[in-house]
């Protein structure tokens, strides 16, 4: 793809384009140098290899150098014809047909180049670097073991380092393919047949409700490659559903005649346009890509301006932004990379200017090539590349940084093919997008595909709680209870997220499986209310959601109680043995429940008071109630609660709630219910 970039793509401007945390992806902060040497590792240089055979002097003849000089003027479609005709007298040389392969590798078509490498070699052309392209070839052949039985040949004579380390690498990735073939998702790929034409469409860019792309549909023709020059477009896209009468170029702002334009991106608030812009048809045209970059002044674009992070006779393209819009990510083939195109990174620093141009390390980059950054919202790194293990060419690739640890995944053989497959963006992350790629079947050149990702593990589901808060009349029935602050709380008391109802009294929290809660209602003059709430054994299985999102409600209400001065309340259960005051464990667990009741409201101080029934003598009935009493406050000061807020009253058997004095014929659970213990209220700060 490097070499659609730097010759044909020219040709389409080929390393195209590419978006929510305040950090920028992976945390590079030192540029990586190469131990390649600063050249692409696709370049070549003007002595192409060592001829054998006599083939030195037949180089030398005119005609070859007249059609030689086609392949030196990097017209290669024409370098093709040119000795295609000279391969119909001569099937068998060499020189002939390795220019052939040659130009078809240089033309993003190395999938052609198969059989013309291959009687290079037998015919003696010697090259270091053409096994490596002709291995390529085979891969992108899907003739795989081929490929590496080409290489472990190659390994035994080589001696150029790092052409010997590039085919290891190779063979590395080769032996990853069964592993890396097993991600296979349920995706289903369409061509976008609305956009798509004969020539090349590819770099989508989705940015509200428009696709933008760069494509080759022009009349105009860039002579040196024969090919149309590539402008801007956008089209009008509801998701993937595109309106084919929208289609529209991008204004003379943006698009220049006779030169090549691609690789569009957008800042996240649309403040800021960044695109790549190169390859004149002036003959003295340099042969380079930049960036350019233009900003909003009163709801209208400026000039585009060439930014400062451009290298000069470099080619810096297919840019996009980070999701806070402080970084932009960008691939060149600059001095100083890894290989061949690798990824940069440059960042806005506090004067507004860009600047600070980082590679991307090793972990991201090869020595081949890696374009077509994109970030998406959870902040991970898509990109393509020849260079990591993939199924042929140009393959798509994410980084994920976990606390620090990067890895590389391929996208499988559910995105990717044998063939180029670049330019991934979203539409609707983490379902739907646009790629590029010029795999069988399309229309034509490169064509711009639409996905849609069906599988299991990306359908969502969200667990919600909701209710309704009342309160508690003298009636006992309920009314609705407005402005009421409900908290929801994880069992150790931390407030995991609270609101306020409105006048219909109702709050809605989003929860998590498997997990337990709880509910905590406040509202001035009323008791603060608990309750405890789970999810626990109510998660839904992966693998039984249909829906591409789907909701699970849960409902629990909460009824609070008026703070009313001086009424009483029984505590229920609170019961002691016949004649003794000491708190028994059921009683423990009812005082337990006034601990949390004072220390949910503690802006009041109570009077807790002790009954007796009949039986017995008064006055020692009354003794026995006051160290009831006092032995419940000890329990409670005990669990925390300030003595201050706390009175301790004994009634003795003063205060029958029944008929049952004394002599009078009751059962045990009438006398029970007269040995009770209760509370009230005697101060309330509302405050």
């Not at 090259?127 to 490596?132: A, F, K, V, Y």
């Not at 042929?392 to 590389?408: K, P, W, Y």
């Not at 009349?473 to 407005?482: F, G, H, M, Y």
């Not at 706390?646 to 009078?664: P, T």
Request: charged share 25%; with cysteine.
């Amino acid at each position: 793809m490097r070499n659609r970039i730097q010759i044909t793509g020219i040709l389409i401007l080929a390393l195209l384009v590419g978006c929510k945390s305040s950090q920028n992806f992976l945390g590079v902060d030192t540029p990586s140098t190469s131990t390649k040497g600063n050249q692409p590792s696709n370049t070549q240089s003007d002595s192409v290899g060592s001829l054998t055979n006599g083939v030195e002097e037949e180089i030398e003849k005119t005609k070859e150098v007249k059609i030689k000089k086609s392949y030196e003027n990097a017209n290669y479609n024409l370098a093709i014809e040119d000795y295609k005709k000279e391969l119909e007298d001569d099937p068998e040389s060499p020189v002939y047909n390795y220019y052939v392969a040659e130009s078809y590798r240089k033309t993003n078509r190395i999938f052609e180049a198969t059989d013309y490498y291959a009687k290079a070699i037998e015919g003696g052309f010697a090259d270091d670097e053409m096994e490596l392209h002709y291995a390529q070839a085979l891969k992108a052949s899907e003739r795989y073991n081929d490929a590496k039985n080409v290489l472990q040949n190659y390994l035994q004579y080589a001696t150029v380092e790092s052409f010997v380390d590039r085919a290891k690498n190779e063979l590395k990735n080769l032996d990853k393919l069964d592993s890396i073939g097993l991600n296979v998702r349920n995706i289903d790929i369409k061509n976008a047949e609305g956009i798509n034409t004969e020539n090349a469409e590819y770099s989508p860019y989705f940015f509200n409700n428009e696709l933008y792309f760069a494509t080759g549909r022009e009349q105009a023709k860039f002579e040196r490659y024969g090919i149309p020059f590539t402008d801007l477009y956008k089209i009008q896209s509801n998701g993937l559903n595109m309106d084919a009468s929208s289609i529209e170029k991008l204004s003379d702002l943006f698009n220049d005649e006779e030169i090549n334009e691609g690789s569009i991106a957008f800042s996240p608030d649309g403040n800021s346009v960044v695109f790549a812009k190169g390859n004149s048809a002036d003959k003295r045209g340099r042969f380079n890509i930049d960036l350019f970059i233009s900003t909003k002044r009163n709801g209208e674009w400026t000039k585009p301006q060439i930014m400062p992070i451009n290298s000069p006779d470099s080619w810096d393209t297919s840019p996009t932004f980070s999701g806070d819009g402080k970084t932009i990510y960008f691939a060149s083939d600059r001095p100083g990379g890894l290989g061949g195109s690798d990824i940069y990174r440059t960042r806005l620093n506090d004067r507004g200017r860009w600047g600070d141009v980082q590679n991307m390390g090793p972990t991201i980059n090869t020595p081949e090539d890696e374009m077509f950054p994109y970030v998406s919202p959870d902040n991970k790194l898509y990109f393509s590349s020849t260079g990591h293990a993939g199924f042929g060419m140009l393959d798509v690739f994410v980084g994920i940084n976990e606390g620090g640890n990067i890895t590389i995944q391929n996208m499988g053989p559910s995105i990717n093919s044998s063939y180029d497959d670049f330019g991934l963006v979203y539409s609707d992350f983490p379902f739907e997008g646009f790629f590029s790629s010029n795999r069988p079947g399309g229309k034509g050149d490169d064509d711009i595909y639409t996905f849609i990702d069906n599988s299991s593990d990306l359908k969502q589901i969200e667990y919600v709680l909701s209710g309704v808060t009342y309160q508690l009349n003298e009636d006992s029935t309920q009314s609705i209870l407005a402005d009421v602050r409900v908290k929801l709380m994880s069992t150790d008391n931390q407030v995991v997220d609270d609101q306020v109802t409105g006048r219909g009294g109702v709050f809605q929290f989003v929860v998590d499986p498997e997990r337990e809660y709880i509910l905590l209602g406040e509202k001035a003059n009323f008791f603060a209310k608990r309750r405890d709430f789970s999810t626990v054994g109510e998660a839904v299985r992966q693998e039984d959601l249909i829906e591409r999102f789907t909701t699970k409600k849960f409902e629990s209400s909460l009824t609070l109680d008026p703070i009313i001065l001086d009424k009483t309340i029984v505590l229920e259960n609170i019961y002691y043995d016949l004649d003794k005051a000491e708190i028994r464990p059921d009683a423990a667990i009812e005082l337990d429940k006034l601990v949390e009741l004072l220390n949910d409201n503690p802006n009041i101080k109570i009077e807790l008071s002790s009954h007796t029934d009949s039986r017995g003598e008064d006055a020692p009935n009354l003794d026995l109630s006051e160290r009831r009493a006092q032995a419940a406050v000890r329990y409670l000061i005990l669990n925390g609660i300030s003595q201050s807020r706390l009175v301790a009253k004994g009634y003795g058997e003063s205060q029958l709630i029944n008929g049952c004095v004394n002599d009078a014929d009751c059962t045990e659970d009438q006398h029970q219910q007269n040995r009770r213990t209760e509370f009230k209220v005697i101060e309330y700060n509302g405050n």
